[in-house]
């Protein structure tokens, strides 16, 4: 696939959706980094439910300690891997006080580090709270660089790493939102939706379906 082609891609989503931005909810970047580790092999919608009622009660990593791990798995109960999740997160706050006075730290590397938070978690953190041009690649985003010839790649680090490199700067900061969307609910995985895609002529999936 050509620049010029992958300018279009983006200049046509980003026309669809001018301002995407995650379907997590959440009021701060504290909320966020929390939703985000809960979201790890469950729906967005699944953690919205979760988190409705937490996230009024808790709204930093000291409220959160204050609830306490036992607190914290009755409000996420519904989330699959509840007690793991559980345990990472308050794990997480505690290392956010004792090391970063209760604030979601705005560096990869301070990220990585917290229990629960991974490469993939850690781009959306920086991408969607502190508005760095990461690229958090997940089922959707894999199957969408691939399917389309966006940036084909073997392994999410590789697609990761392609996107980076070819995505044109003026779109790289919203190109994880608009990837993920378009996967979650027009290019699905079984019979995508070629049919009122706005980009399948630009597509360069061989397979296309008239849906």
Not at 51 to 59: N, P, S
Not at 187 to 211: F, W
């Amino acid at each position: 696939m050509n620049k010029q082609k992958r300018i279009e891609i983006f200049t046509r989503l980003k026309k669809e959706n001018p301002h995407p931005t995650t379907e997590l909810r959440y009021g701060n970047a504290f909320q966020l980094l929390v939703a985000v580790i809960l979201s790890a092999q469950c729906t967005d919608v699944g953690v919205n439910k979760a988190t409705e009622k937490l996230f009024r009660r808790v709204t930093t990593a000291q409220d959160m300690l204050q609830l306490g791990e036992q607190g914290l798995k009755e409000h996420i109960r519904t989330i699959g891997l509840f007690n793991t999740k559980a345990r990472n997160i308050i794990a997480a706050c505690r290392m956010l006080v004792e090391r970063h006075q209760g604030e979601v730290p705005g560096n990869r590397e301070a990220l990585e580090a917290l229990p629960g938070v991974g490469r993939k978690t850690a781009n959306v953190v920086l991408n969607t709270a502190f508005g760095q041009p990461t690229v958090a690649v997940d089922t959707h985003i894999f199957r969408v660089a691939n399917r389309t010839g966006i940036a084909p790649g073997k392994n999410v680090f590789e697609v990761e790493h392609r996107l980076l490199k070819l995505v044109p700067r003026e779109f790289l900061h919203d190109a994880h939102h608009w990837l993920i969307l378009h996967g979650r609910y027009t290019c699905i995985a079984r019979t995508p939706r070629c049919g009122s895609c706005v980009i399948e002529d630009l597509c360069e999936y061989r397979h296309k379906t008239a849906v």
